[in-house]
């Protein structure tokens, strides 16, 4: 006999607070322990925290070699009641955040830093790739495929294909994140993009082109978990959870990824949450390639499936402007430092929601909406997240 699936509960007074990026550099000769180190740094010092405030950890990481999160903790000289490793790339920052607020609601921890970092050595995209999945290795680099961009070109000329999207529609998408990132001081892009750029830049996969593509880099993000009046006897500004949901492997018959998890469990979503998609304020979607933007917009309920280009065409994506997106510039143009590709989103929504984003501010932002999607193999990305986070104070 089949159960009745339990009603979820509420987050009730867990919030987030502390949000902390390390500036991102191309390239770097120090470890992702480092990396994830200063994040949690920066994170314990902004909250009036000692290290040993923080009782639970949760880590996620490409580059952390042989170690895992206990392996950090040793090196960190830390002895956490709970502990949790999420190795779901892009979708580790909202999986982070729903494994730390039940822990927190649940009494498990008190306090958890959710960190998220890597380094950008010479070779450690190359590694990363070489060793991202026995699917991979087995089924994939044998044919002469390989890394994300023949991944996502896959993608690309299906939705084009099918759907009737254009290199400009996803060039609109680049160039309104650009504009984004020229407000960002932690952007690796620091020049603007013009939509004949984006057209005339030079073939990587086809349909795919340069601007279409992330750049690796190093950097870390972080942000804290904790009871609301702690947050409130710590005066730190915070931000709501009013609902979150993550799917892995969803529609696996699907002859090459054109919806993800996110279509699944969107009406429960917006119900758990007791909100709709026209209240939401801005969106931070995973961003690897545009492809996967128009996907989010369309399975989260923006728009009905196959009507993404439309979508795209009514507005602006501008901080300023109609439908603001990726407010950060997102990884498009801030760069991709690795997991913590998989939390920039989030970490700028904290930002919006306690107005402290400072030049890409939303005016007025009380219910934004943050996306994730990770560990693509091969014709589909297997990870798939959300959050709906809502302004904590008036």
Wanted: hydrophobic residues 40%; negative net charge; charged residues 20%.
């Amino acid at each position: 006999m089949a159960l009745t699936p339990k009603a979820r509960l509420a987050y009730d007074d867990v919030v987030l607070t502390t949000p902390v990026t390390i500036p991102y550099q191309r390239h770097s000769e120090q470890t992702a322990h480092w990396w994830l180190g200063a994040a949690l740094g920066q994170t314990i010092r902004e909250a009036g925290l000692h290290k040993n405030d923080v009782d639970g950890v949760c880590v996620s990481s490409f580059t952390l070699g042989t170690d895992t999160a206990v392996g950090l903790m040793q090196h960190f000289q830390m002895s956490p009641r709970w502990l949790d490793h999420i190795p779901m790339g892009g979708a580790s920052g909202v999986v982070a955040l729903r494994r730390a607020a039940r822990a927190v609601q649940c009494g498990d921890a008190s306090i958890v830093a959710c960190i998220a970092g890597d380094t950008n050595q010479l070779e450690s995209f190359k590694n990363t790739v070489a060793g991202f999945s026995r699917f991979s290795q087995d089924a994939v680099y044998p044919y002469g495929a390989g890394g994300p961009n023949a991944s996502f070109a896959l993608l690309t000329d299906y939705y084009m294909r099918h759907f009737g999207a254009t290199r400009e529609d996803f060039g609109k998408l680049c160039v309104a994140q650009r504009d984004n990132a020229l407000r960002n001081p932690h952007a690796l892009m620091k020049k603007p993009l013009t939509l004949e750029q984006y057209l005339d830049a030079r073939v990587i996969a086809d349909p795919i082109h340069l601007f279409d593509c992330v750049m690796p880099c190093a950097g870390a993000e972080g942000f804290l978990v904790m009871r609301r009046e702690q947050a409130q006897a710590l005066g730190l500004p915070y931000v709501r959870i009013r609902s979150t949901i993550e799917r892995h492997n969803a529609f696996p018959q699907d002859p090459v990824q054109f919806r993800g998890g996110w279509a699944m469990d969107k009406d429960a979503f917006y119900e758990h949450a007791g909100v709709s998609p026209a209240d939401v304020d801005f969106l931070e979607t995973y961003d690897d390639y545009p492809v996967i933007n128009v996907l989010q917009f369309e399975d989260l309920g923006f728009c009905a499936k196959g009507q993404g280009p439309a979508f795209i065409r009514e507005h602006s994506f501008t901080v300023d402007g109609s439908f603001p997106f990726n407010t950060s510039g997102g990884q498009l143009s801030v760069g991709q430092a690795g997991a913590a590709g998989g939390y920039l989103g989030l970490v700028q929504a904290l930002r919006q929601l306690t107005d402290t984003a400072g030049d890409t501010q939303v005016r007025d932002a009380r219910i934004g909406l943050v996306s994730g999607f990770g560990m693509i193999n091969y014709d589909r990305g297997i990870c798939t997240a959300a959050a709906l986070l809502e302004r904590g104070q008036p």
